[in-house]
């Protein structure tokens, strides 16, 4: 898949919780179907420009750009339906409801969803089907099929968060934030996640991956940024950026081999 234009620019986002600057004159940009690695110590804002970029928080300076339009103040749905899908650090899935209906949640908003088409019950039913064959289909390719009639609620966190996706490619997402995708998650599920990642970089979505293990970033990102105290301290290659002196030094203290 070949890059294309600027897709996502984040100019100049500031923020803080009270007393804490989270968020410093954070800019970086993406290309449409780039994968860029965000990494960085912990407390260094990842996870909150993560849920800005999908409206869960609103910069306090600065602005955001998605495809052109300005996202700043969007609504979480309202960026939903421009394609920008997150997924968390820790999974979230409706845990006594089944793996395929789980699954099944994430489509944008669609035909039968508009209110003349419920006087037309044979085109929406014709849509549940439709959503329903891509749910099995994605379920199936994050290998969860043999799960599929079972509560969300009985998968370790490995799959659920191999669930999350399958969720996310059945809305089509544009561009997908991943917080985290191999936290806690063993090496044969963090092998299946890859994949996976593969096909939805095959497919030309847009990543943005947040993630302390850096070799899952190695095999999946050519580009990386690093941010630290809440701004981006340098990008390039995994092996620049573990070359700048800046970045072992803002790692200090932490449980994480970055030279
Ligand atoms: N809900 C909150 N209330 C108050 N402070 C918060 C909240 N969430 C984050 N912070 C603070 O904002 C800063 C940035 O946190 P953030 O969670 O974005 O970091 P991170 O890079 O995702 O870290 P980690 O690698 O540990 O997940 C930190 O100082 C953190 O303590
Ligand atoms: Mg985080």
Not at 114 to 125: E, G, N, T, V
Not at 127 to 132: L, P, S
Not at 181 to 202: I, T, Y
Not at 237 to 243: F, G, I, K, P, Y
Request: glycine fraction near 10%; include cysteine.
């Amino acid at each position: 898949m070949s890059i294309g234009d600027v897709l996502l620019d984040v100019q100049d986002v500031s923020y803080h919780f009270g007393g804490v600057q989270a968020l410093a004159g954070c800019s970086f940009t993406v290309h449409e179907g780039e994968t860029l690695g965000l990494i960085g110590p912990n407390g260094a804002g990842k996870t909150t420009v993560g849920e800005m970029i999908c409206g869960g928080r609103h910069p306090a300076t600065g602005r955001i750009l998605f495809g052109g339009v300005d996202i700043s103040h969007a609504a979480r749905w309202q960026i939903a339906r421009l394609g920008v899908v997150r997924t968390f650090q820790m999974a979230r899935l409706m845990t006594d409801t089944a793996v395929m209906e789980n699954a099944m949640l994430a489509r944008r908003p669609q035909r039968g969803e508009r209110l003349w088409r419920s006087f037309f019950p044979r085109l929406w039913w014709d849509q549940e089907i439709e959503i329903a064959t891509a749910a099995e289909r994605t379920v199936t390719v994050v290998t969860l099929q043999e799960k599929l009639t079972q509560m969300a609620g009985v998968l370790s966190g490995g799959q659920r968060k191999l669930l999350e996706l399958a969720r996310a490619a059945v809305g089509e997402p544009r561009m997908l934030v991943l917080d985290e995708p191999v936290a806690g998650v063993n090496p044969r599920l963090r092998d299946d996640m890859v994949s996976v990642l593969r096909a939805f970089q095959e497919a030309g979505v847009t990543l943005l991956i947040v993630e302390h293990n850096l070799s899952f970033i190695e095999r999946l990102c050519k580009r990386v940024i690093v941010m630290d105290q809440g701004r981006i301290l340098t990008s390039g290659t995994l092996d620049e950026v573990r070359a700048d002196p800046r970045v072992a030094k803002s790692y200090l203290g932490m449980n994480v081999v970055v030279a």
